[in-house]
């Protein structure tokens, strides 16, 4: 069974950091593209960073120049480093993963999510 565990949350100052990281585990043949989206109080929860099977990323608009993501292929991990904090940031960070546990299909998978708190 695929697992996704987030770690690495907290309570932050505003303009300070934080690293997110989100490791699979489980039986699993292959991990494909790797996310993070966020869902703060009362709204829909939205797409972060992108990070491609290669490498490739994308950024919402509202993080680009603050948050960098990347990936760890041999440790089935990803990352978000989070600079320059707001407390619009404050928001449950999820990791989604593409998953395939065999050689077949391939599936979505979510982590149970992590809080991000931005606040003085």
């Known amino acids: 069974q695929v697992q996704l565990v987030e770690s690495g949350g907290g309570l932050v100052q505003p303009g300070g950091s934080l690293r997110l990281s989100c490791a699979a585990s489980?039986?699993?043949?292959?991990?494909?593209?790797m996310d993070w989206y966020r869902q703060a109080p009362g709204k829909q929860r939205e797409l972060v960073a992108h990070?491609?099977?290669?490498?490739?990323?994308n950024y919402a608009d509202s993080v680009k120049g603050r948050f960098t993501i990347s990936r760890d292929n041999a440790k089935k991990m990803v990352n978000l480093q989070m600079n320059s904090l707001k407390p619009e940031d404050t928001a449950v960070y999820y990791c989604?993963?593409?998953?395939?546990?065999?050689?077949?299909?391939?599936?979505?998978?979510w982590g149970q999510g992590t809080q991000v708190t931005v606040s003085s």
């Open positions: 989604h993963a593409t998953i395939s546990p065999t050689l077949g299909p391939a599936y979505d998978y």
């Open positions: 489980g039986s699993i043949f292959r991990v494909y593209a």
């Open positions: 990070i491609s099977t290669v490498g490739g990323t």
